[in-house]
């Protein structure tokens, strides 16, 4: 699966974005899908994930209330809605998806990643 990842930029402390990954090549509902982030100097930190029904979800304690992930199985997209945003969630962010179904917090259990998109939240 080939995942895009789209929708970072600048926005002010309080703010909101909207996050957009689409996935093409094998069925996307087969894959259980997760968000990262990367901020320079730092490891590459677990956001959310969403299983393959959307169903079910977990999030990171750093986003927790403020970020929502979902998906549209029909159109292949997985969104990371996120609110309330601080200067401390600036980051690359990354889509991966993952051929097991169970939930993973870990960056090293997800099989397939995007490319990445910037999000910088200015105070």
């Known amino acids: 699966v080939q995942l895009q990842a789209s929708g970072g930029g600048l926005v002010q402390a309080g703010g909101s974005l909207r996050l957009s990954c689409a996935a093409s090549?094998?069925?996307?509902?087969?894959?259980?899908m997760g968000w990262f982030r990367q901020a320079p100097g730092k490891e590459r930190e677990f956001v959310a994930w969403?299983?393959?029904?959307?169903?079910?979800?977990t999030y990171g304690d750093s986003v927790k209330g403020r970020f929502t992930i979902s998906r549209d199985n029909a159109k292949n997209t997985v969104d990371l809605q996120m609110n309330s945003l601080k200067p401390e969630d600036t980051a690359v962010y990354y889509c991966?998806?993952?051929?097991?179904?169970?939930?993973?917090?870990?960056?090293?259990?997800?099989?397939?990643w995007g490319q990445g998109t910037q999000v910088t939240v200015s105070s």
């Open positions: 969403i299983s393959r029904s959307g169903s079910l979800r």
């Open positions: 991966a998806a993952r051929e097991t179904g169970w939930d993973s917090t870990s960056q090293y259990e997800y099989d397939y």
């Open positions: 090549g094998r069925t996307f509902s087969s894959y259980a």
